[in-house]
């Protein structure tokens, strides 16, 4: 992984760092609107705007260890890809730092978690924000689509699993996950019973101390997001994500922020991406002083 731009405060060489930032330019599977794979550099650009200063944890970006170890090149098979991004993540959680991916599409998630939860001795869970279900067996004949990452990791990897957000999705993928006991939360009910009431509820479902949490960007209303590749009326505000993120990062070995496709827009989307994630390295310092 090399590369000359950076995302901004990411002053840490590798060896010191405590979070490792790649991007991962592969939108391969894409079904709607591609371009997820300028997600990466946009939301580097994006962050030269955000001050080094968070006041609400009291944390300056300028004391904390960041590495961004540049973009990971994909191939052009999707499957290849996962594997090789595997064999890439694995080193920074075997090394104690928390791996945050730019992608990319959701797909790329699946390896990610993997090595979370390969280098934890207890269950990891996993908690998405996702306008869809993402739980389809495959899509269009291909297994490892970006519309069946869930569905993936629930399978192979944990049943620790919450999705947040949702709102989209065939009959089936509904019934799969009520007759599954599939613990999910559309934004309505995110809106009824507020952000801490559903985490609390969500946290006794998951049962354990160590979560991969990722957030599919069309989780947010494309009001707040329009430059998504499957873009979702009716979604999560953003504070409602940035809650959901101070609340969860601290619990977090692993993080992404995926499917902004920067082309659809005129910069917002990966503007809110790049500040949602510095408010998860926040979070996550903050807690861990
Ligand atoms: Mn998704
Ligand atoms: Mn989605």
Redo the contacts with the bound molecule.
């Keep these: 992984m090399f590369h000359d731009l950076c995302m901004m405060d990411s002053l840490s060489d590798y060896s010191s760092a405590r979070y490792v930032l790649f991007g991962v330019p592969f939108d391969g599977t894409s079904s709607f609107r591609a371009g997820s794979r300028w997600a990466p550099d946009a939301m580097r650009k994006a962050s030269a705007n955000f001050e080094t200063y968070n006041s609400y944890f009291d944390i300056d970006f300028e004391d904390l260890l960041i590495h961004d170890a540049g973009n990971f090149e994909p191939y052009s098979d999707v499957e290849k890809t996962l594997e090789e991004l595997f064999f890439a993540v694995e080193p920074i959680v075997k090394d104690g730092k928390i791996p945050i991916m730019m992608g990319g599409?959701?797909s790329l998630?699946y390896p990610c978690v993997r090595a979370c939860a390969k280098h934890v001795s207890e269950d990891i869970g996993f908690v998405?924000m996702?306008?869809?279900f993402?739980l389809r067996e495959e899509y269009g004949g291909v297994k490892f689509n970006?519309?069946c990452?869930?569905r993936h990791i629930l399978n192979d990897i944990t049943d620790k699993y919450v999705t947040i957000g949702v709102r989209s999705g065939p009959r089936e993928e509904w019934e799969f996950a009520k007759d599954n006991g599939v613990c999910y939360y559309t934004p309505d009910i995110v809106r009824e019973k507020g952000v801490k009431t559903v985490l609390a509820e969500a946290l006794e479902h998951l049962d354990c101390d160590k979560i991969y949490l990722?957030l599919?960007m069309?989780?947010l209303d494309p009001s707040f997001a329009p430059g998504l590749g499957?873009p979702e009326p009716f979604g999560l505000t953003d504070v409602e994500v940035r809650d959901i993120i101070r609340i969860l990062a601290p619990m977090s070995i692993g993080f992404d922020v995926?499917?902004i496709s920067p082309e659809y827009d005129g910069g917002q989307t990966a503007l809110l991406g790049t500040k949602l994630l510095r408010e998860f390295i926040a979070a996550h310092a903050a807690a861990n002083r």
């Design positions: 599409e959701h998630t998405v996702d306008a869809h993402d970006h519309a990452v869930s990722s599919d069309d989780a499957t995926v499917e």
